[in-house]
């Protein structure tokens, strides 16, 4: 059974920084891509940032460009999402999700290609 397990969501402050991180367990993580997804209430679900199998390919939505960063870990089998500067505007329930891929250096953007997703996590940001 495919678990992803993401944690380290809490409340802070406009500006500070916090690590999601998400465990997987039941499949071979190192032939999964892997993407960070949010949703604010009211809004859709849009792609966050995504990693290729390997690490060695990342992406990052606009909103977040140098500002988040995503990792990986395969032998923790774990994916982070380093976020620093956080905004109001990054409130919102963290999910991770898991795609399996074919090559070192693909990754997806769009969540309907991702086929395992965790519970989520919420980042609460106060001004």
């Known amino acids: 059974q495919v678990q992803l397990v993401e944690s380290g969501g809490r409340l802070v402050q406009t500006g500070d920084s916090l690590r999601l991180s998400c465990a997987a367990s039941?499949?071979?993580?190192?032939?999964?891509?892997m993407g960070w997804f949010r949703q604010a209430p009211g809004n859709e679900r849009e792609i966050v940032a995504a990693?290729?199998?390997?690490?060695?390919?990342?992406y990052y939505g606009d909103s977040v460009k140098g500002r988040f960063t995503i990792s990986r870990d395969n032998a923790k089998n774990t994916v982070y999402l380093q976020m620093n500067s956080l905004k109001a505007e990054d409130m919102a329930i963290y999910y991770c999700?898991?795609?399996?891929?074919?090559?070192?250096?693909?990754?997806?953007?769009?969540?309907?290609?991702?086929?395992?997703w965790g519970q989520g996590t919420q980042v609460t940001v106060s001004s």
């Open positions: 990693i290729s199998r390997s690490g060695g390919s990342t």
């Open positions: 039941g499949l071979t993580f190192s032939t999964y891509a």
């Open positions: 999700a898991a795609g399996p891929v074919y090559t070192s250096r693909a990754y997806y953007t769009r969540a309907g290609q991702y086929v395992y």
